[in-house]
C-alpha cells in the first residue's frame, strides 16, 4: 500500500512539474538563454514552488497550483516581440495572479513560506515595488 502511495505521489509530482516546461519550450521559441526570465526565473520558481509546496497549508498549496497556472497562461496567450518585451509583460502579471490567486488571504505561515522562496530574488528593484504594491493591495 505505502507503495502505491508513493508512486501515485511520485506521478502526481511528475504531471505537475511537467507544468513547468512550458517555460523551456517557450524558451526554444524565444531563445531568451539560461539567464533571461524563462528559464532563470520562471522555470526555476516554478519547480521550486513545486518542490516546496508540502511546506504551505492545504489552502496555501492551492494558492500555489493556482498561481503557478495565471501565470503560465499569461504567456501562453500573448506573443512578443523580443525577449525584453516577454520578461517585462511577465513580471507585470505576477501581482495580478498573486492576487487573483487569493495571496491577500493566505495565512501568515504560507505568507513566510513564500517570502523565504522569493527573498533571494529581491535585490531586483523591480520586485522590490511589485511586492509592496502586492501587500498594499491587502489592505
Known amino acids: 500500500m505505502k507503495l502505491l502511495i508513493a ?19 517557450l524558451e526554444s ?12 526565473f520562471g522555470y526555476k520558481y516554478c519547480l521550486k514552488f513545486i518542490n516546496k509546496k508540502k511546506t504551505f497549508s ?23 516581440n523580443d ?5 517585462k509583460f511577465a513580471f ?10 487569493g495571496f491577500c488571504s493566505l495565512e501568515k505561515k504560507d505568507r513566510k513560506e513564500l517570502y523565504k522562496m522569493i527573498l533571494p530574488q529581491f535585490w531586483r528593484v523591480g520586485l522590490i ?3 509592496l504594491s502586492l501587500l498594499r493591495s491587502c489592505d
Open 83 to 87: 525577449c525584453k518585451e516577454l520578461k
Open 129 to 131: 515595488f511589485d511586492g
Open 7 to 25: 508512486l501515485f505521489l511520485l506521478m502526481n509530482f511528475t504531471v505537475v512539474a511537467g507544468e513547468c516546461d512550458f517555460y523551456q519550450k
Open 29 to 40: 521559441e524565444y531563445q531568451c538563454h539560461s539567464k533571461g526570465y524563462l528559464i532563470n
Open 58 to 80: 492545504e489552502d496555501g498549496q492551492i494558492w500555489l497550483a493556482n498561481t503557478r497556472e495565471c501565470l503560465i497562461n499569461e504567456l501562453k496567450n500573448t506573443s512578443f
Open 92 to 101: 507585470d502579471t505576477h501581482t495580478t495572479c498573486y492576487q487573483q490567486a
